[in-house]
């Protein structure tokens, strides 16, 4: 909860800081305002391998929200895996980020995460981190940002142990228009700390059914160097899933 309520102080502060900025900028540099909430939700059925193997459900919302230079983005997850009707794994991710423009291509970010994952010999992980993105490219079809922050994390154990300190995280993001109703998205990220790395890398094809539903194939890898004994350093995972874009 501590590291929730520094990034939303972060944030405000970053608040009272752009809208001084913007009363001082000229108008034609000044982004256009959308003032509205955009997302999607997502309903999939995952084939898993890694420290538990079998089937499970999958549920996420990702929606964002765009204000003059503000670009807000919360993403929520939650996974439930069962075997012979006993819950084998459950795991519920949580994610908000806010990014404040600077200009076209360079931007201010703050970030702040939650994970809760059953099985895997952790019992929740959380973070905040505060740093720099750049837009590599942006073009009809297609973007990559580029982003690095450091922060700070905390990961506790299933046997009450804390692994806690600074980290350094980097991220990509890509995404690529293939047609009118095809699309591909990649996404990684590692935050390095001084007693553990994560890395995650998703991979995902779309093909739209209408213009509000979609369907989607997506491949995720997560990767920790160091584990509790008698756990997996990688899980892998493969989700078909149903998208409806609001």
Do not use: C
């Not at 909860?1 to 970053?14: D, I, Y």
């Not at 009450?160 to 690529?176: F, K, P, S």
């Amino acid at each position: 909860m501590k590291l929730f309520t520094l990034f939303l102080f972060s944030t405000a502060a970053f608040s009272v800081a752009s809208y001084a900025a913007e009363s001082t900028e000229p108008s034609e540099n000044t982004a256009p305002s959308e003032n509205r909430w955009q997302g999607e939700t997502e309903l999939g059925f995952a084939l898993k391998e890694g420290n538990t193997k079998s089937n499970s459900l999958l549920a996420k919302i990702d929606t964002r929200y765009t204000h003059n230079l503000w670009h807000y983005n919360i993403i929520a997850q939650a996974n439930s895996e069962a075997t012979n009707h006993v819950t084998t794994e459950e795991e519920y991710n949580f994610s908000a980020q806010a990014n404040r423009d600077l200009n076209e291509t360079n931007y201010l970010l703050t970030r702040a995460a939650y994970e809760k994952k059953r099985f895997s010999g952790f019992d929740y992980e959380t973070s905040i981190s505060f740093g720099y993105g750049y837009r590599v490219f942006q073009s009809p079809t297609g973007t990559m940002d580029l982003e690095i922050a450091p922060g700070y994390r905390n990961q506790a154990l299933d046997d009450g142990e804390q692994i806690e300190g600074g980290i350094l995280r980097a991220a990509l993001q890509y995404h690529r228009d293939l047609s009118e109703t095809a699309s591909f998205d990649q996404s990684l990220s590692v935050e390095a700390g001084r007693k553990n790395t994560d890395s995650t890398l998703e991979s995902s094809l779309k093909t739209a059914i209408n213009s509000a539903l979609s369907l989607k194939l997506a491949f995720l890898v997560e990767y920790q160097e160091t584990v509790p004994e008698d756990t997996k350093h990688a899980d892998q995972e493969t989700t078909i899933s149903i998208v409806y874009a609001f």
